[in-house]
């Protein structure tokens, strides 16, 4: 292996790895927030109206919302961006302005509710 070839290896691995402590920062954050919810700093802005928003407030998901959910539209996909636009405040054309790696992490988010009990929030 070319030495150009094991450093872009070892690059990747490192990026790997610190996007994977990054998400599990999210998660346990998440999870460790109680009822007042979590805020998600977005690598990239978008705008709501003629506002610029950087950072996203999540409320704890609620079994209305899983309702919500459950109806919000014909796909997965429809389904995800319904959802979590809701725990946010956005809407779904709102949330469809998100980056990918925004994306990600307010995945990451929602999961790290979902572990609230484990992490000694209030529904313990």
């Known amino acids: 292996m070319s030495e150009q070839i094991k450093s872009a290896v070892e690059q990747l691995a490192e990026c790997e790895a610190a996007d ?45 919302d899983m309702r919500l959910f459950e109806t919000a539209g014909a796909d997965a996909a429809d389904r995800d961006k319904a959802f979590t636009a809701s725990l946010c405040g956005l809407t779904k054309d709102q949330l469809g302005q998100l980056s990918w790696p925004d994306w990600v992490a307010t995945q990451e988010v929602l999961a790290g509710f979902a572990l609230r009990r484990a992490a000694g929030g209030p529904a313990r």
């Open 20 to 64: 994977a402590e990054q998400r599990a920062v999210l998660r346990l954050a998440a999870a460790k927030s109680g009822a007042v919810g979590y805020d998600l700093a977005l690598l990239e802005p978008i705008m709501v109206g003629p506002t610029k928003v950087d950072t996203l407030h999540f409320r704890p998901q609620t079994l209305a």
